[in-house]
């Protein structure tokens, strides 16, 4: 029997050559590992909602961890900016945790203290950088686990693990109609300078998915109105294209390509973030006033 390393395949390759690099789909991704690590991440996430609604915290938490450390790295080898770490890691861990007893005010009072200790924080380095660095320690503890904070208090209702599914398939739906349209139909770029591969095609595919996945999981699993999820998914694909559009710009202003590595096909776990932090504080915040626990 022969096989295809002993003779010339389809793809012309001679005989004995490695086996080529796998080539990324049209929108910039290897899509067999994405969709790999998309599915394992998802079942994690779905299962400790249907089973043990509180274990999703844990999950944000450790999110917020890695997704801190991956973005506190990219501004050092990009811009030589030093976030202060420790005070970021242990803020965040306590916005996530605190906003489950305490909802709002704890994630918000757990914040102002973060702010206060990365002040003093960066004492021991000197005058040189200082606002430079302390803006950014701010910055990424408002990004990142202020914003996840809003994630873990979607699950404190008792309807809670069904809030948390209508965010995340929100999400998801935005993302895969954003990106089937965008490789199918898109011609003509949303933000040329920022993300050129983004497409007003496919942010009309973002919402088109978008509104329909909220109208669905809304109704079917809250017991919304029809126009109330509607609402609900509209605020989604606009909170995750910015996210998208937020996460591009720092990208492309410390000129690196992804935030890490952690995540093959996805680039770090920072990149899958981007969609899904101001998503999670736009969820709640609908969620609160439109269809109330």
Known sequence: MV???????????PAGAPDPPSRPSRAGRDLRAAIGVGVVLGAAIILS?????????????AAVAVSSVELANALKRGSGTRVSLVPVLVGGQAMVWLSWPFGLRGALVAFAIT????LAWRFRHGVDGYVRDVTASVFTAAYVPLFAAFAAMLVRPEDGAFRALCFMIGVVASDTGGYAFGV??????MAPKISP??????????????VGA??????LMLG????EGMLFGAALVCTATLGDLMESLIKRDLGIKDMGNLLPGHGGLMDRMDSLLPS??????????????
């Open 214 to 219: 909220g109208a669905l999981s809304v109704t």
């Open 184 to 189: 199918l139909f898109g011609k003509h770029p």
């Open 224 to 227: 919304g109105e029809w126009w």
């Open 197 to 210: 591969k983004k497409s007003w095609e496919g942010f009309a595919g973002s919402m088109l998915v978008g």
């Open 115 to 118: 702010v206060l200790a990365c």
């Open 49 to 61: 909602l249907l089973m043990v609604r509180f274990v999703f915290i844990g999950i944000v938490a």
């Open 3 to 13: 096989t295809a390393g002993q003779c010339e395949g389809e793809s012309g390759m």
């Open 280 to 293: 999670a504080a736009a969820a709640w915040m609908m969620l609160f006033w439109l269809v109330p626990s």
